[in-house]
């Protein structure tokens, strides 16, 4: 008896969640329909979705030929890349040195990343533009990686993942001959693969998606990240070119949707365990 | 167990080799702690009780003054409570709003993962170009939903462009960023909760769905639910992409939020004391949002 119920019960939540999904994914739907619009159809305000006389792709060529959407697409990817092969050149180590070894001032080592969990990257940007701008690196690569080398939030991540290890695993690596180098690199780091995945994942989530500091030191294309690229066509360029700029959303929004797409089980899980760690 | 096991060996290491191994992997971490991150925090401290402004050939020590300029700031004080009302109205709504997709979603037999996802995909989205995305959306003559309510006699007002509507906009579009995200959270407490317990209670003779949901799920739930609170308020507070981009904090500063005054302050005027003030602010506000939760959990009683 209870199996037609359980079945009417599914039913309706397919539909009430069809029902806001569709409501959810509005703004992509109507970004993909306007850039694929003539200008003079967009400004007739109509509510078709599909485009009269098959659309256009004018807008996509406008802005490739006036945006240099792979520049930017490249300088995220350099951004975000150096940001985490540092955090993670850092954060590992010291990762492993807090989890597992025995050293003078551990406990104030760990003391500082509790502290350093609490500040949010908004607050040292002031005193760091000053820096930066003091030094000349305003608008380079190192002024948009450098600030996000360190992160706390890393350390105390792997530190939470490597004191489930067994220590065996290290006394044999040790018995093996190996040095403590080699043992963070060659046998803890394989072994924390899915906490180092879903730090990635954060990592890159963030830094990819970030506006506040590359506009802070970032002006021009040379180092545009794609928030930027995007900011940019918006004010000097497009304007009211609705379709322009919804082909040029559509471009920078792909690749990590379509990152996500490939691969949402582990951008899930990454944001839920760093989640409910940060 | 693993003491008996590796007593003489750790005996063999310690102390010299392991603690310099310890320092020596620690080092880089806490040389570009300190510089990037200590260092900096203290300098943006300190740097709220100056006159500082870029380019000026002096710097003075002027105390409070800078906390006493912003509460005579209408602007500042205009911030402050946009922020405020910004985050009161995303909180509740982007929480209670995951917590019931995640209830619908979990309850599932087939698509979890098609209703998860597209729910999700706004965390991954380019806050940038969704903005954009939205300001065509709720553009006051050629947008769509403008459009829709003309289609049934409604003239929608200019949703980002007028005062009286502009935050509750910037929120709509806050709500959509925070769901996404609040959802996969919740998702990850309801696996956590044993699917015996709820029918255990069933056969126990709970019947209703909501009354398991308050007896069961909802106590469970608790600590995930204070700390997607937490979490969103302090993404809320510190919203500030939307606003760079849609508005400017305008019009007439009805959509102002704290970073945002922060931002412009610093980095459009050059006044950075007064900047670091209001940085100083913001992450006093933050600090009090972590304390107040684990205040909560301290005080909780743990279950299981």
């Known amino acids: ?278 | 167990m693993s003491e008996t096991l590796t007593g003489p060996l750790r005996r063999q290491r310690r102390p010299v080799g392991e603690a310099l191994a310890g320092i020596m992997l620690t080092l880089p971490a806490a040389i570009s702690y300190f510089l990037l991150l200590l260092l900096p925090t203290l300098a943006a401290i300190m740097l709220a009780f100056t006159d500082y402004e870029l380019g000026a050939p002096a710097i003075g020590w002027i105390g409070g003054e800078n906390f006493v300029e912003l509460l005579d700031d209408l602007g500042f004080r205009q911030s402050l409570r946009n922020t405020m009302v910004y985050t009161a109205i995303v909180v509740p709504f982007s929480i209670i709003g995951a917590l019931a997709l995640a209830l619908m979603i979990e309850a599932l037999t087939r698509g979890k993962a098609l209703f998860r996802a597209v729910f999700f995909l706004p965390v991954v989205s380019l806050p940038v170009a969704m903005a954009t995305a939205w300001q065509y959306l709720l553009h006051p003559t050629i947008g769509p939903l403008n459009a829709l309510l003309r289609e049934i006699g409604v003239n929608g007002p200019a949703w980002l462009t007028s005062s009286d509507t502009v935050l509750v906009s910037l929120a709509v579009i806050g709500i959509w960023e925070a769901i996404g995200f609040n959802l996969v959270l919740f998702l990850a407490g309801l696996t956590a909760i044993p699917r015996e317990l709820r029918q255990a209670a069933e056969v126990d003779g709970v019947a209703s769905a909501w009354e398991r949901f308050r007896l069961i799920t909802w106590p469970l739930l608790g600590p995930t639910t204070l700390f997607v609170v937490t979490i969103t308020m302090i993404r809320a507070v510190r919203t500030f992409d939307s606003v760079a981009v849609l508005t400017q904090g305008g019009p007439n500063r009805a959509s102002e939020v704290l970073l945002y005054t922060m931002y412009t302050e610093g980095f459009t005027y050059f006044r950075l004391g007064y900047s670091a003030a209001i940085t100083l602010i913001f992450l006093l506000i933050v600090l009090a949002l972590m304390l107040l939760q684990t205040r909560i959990l301290d005080r909780r009683v743990h279950y299981g």
Request: aromatic share 12%; hydrophobic share 55%; proline share 6%.
């Open chain 1, 1 to 278: 008896m209870a199996e037609p119920r359980a079945r009417l019960a599914e039913l309706l939540r397919w539909l009430l969640l069809g029902l806001l999904g569709l409501m959810f994914l509005m703004p992509y739907i109507w970004m993909v329909s306007a850039s694929l619009k003539p200008l003079d159809e967009i400004f007739r305000a109509s509510l078709n979705l599909i485009p009269e006389n098959g659309g256009t792709l004018s807008n996509y060529t406008k802005v490739l030929s006036e945006v240099p959407v792979a520049h930017y697409l490249w300088n995220g990817l350099i951004v975000c890349a150096g940001i985490l092969f540092f955090q993670i050149l850092f954060a590992v180590p010291a990762g492993y040195a807090i989890a597992k070894l025995n050293f003078p001032g551990r406990d104030w080592v760990f003391g500082a990343v509790m502290l350093g969990l609490l500040v949010p990257y908004h607050v040292p940007a002031l005193p760091l533009y000053v820096g930066f701008s003091a030094l000349g690196l305003l608008n380079t690569y190192t002024a948009l990686i450098l600030p996000s080398v360190i992160s706390v939030f890393a350390i105390f991540l792997f530190r939470q993942f490597f004191k489930s290890l067994p220590d065996e695993l290290i006394h044999a690596a040790r018995l093996d001959g190996m040095g403590e180098m080699a043992i963070v690199w060659r046998v803890i780091l394989p072994n924390a693969l899915p906490a180092a995945t879903a730090f990635a994942i954060f990592s890159v989530v963030a830094h990819w998606n970030d506006l506040f500091w590359p506009l802070i030191v970032v002006s021009g294309p040379t180092h545009a990240t794609p928030a930027l690229g995007v900011l940019y066509f918006r004010t000097e360029e497009a304007g009211d070119d609705f379709g322009a700029l919804m082909a040029a959303s559509v471009i920078m929004t792909t690749p990590l949707v379509l990152a996500f797409l490939l691969a949402q089980r582990r951008f899930v899980e990454g944001i839920a365990t760093t989640g409910l760690k940060g």
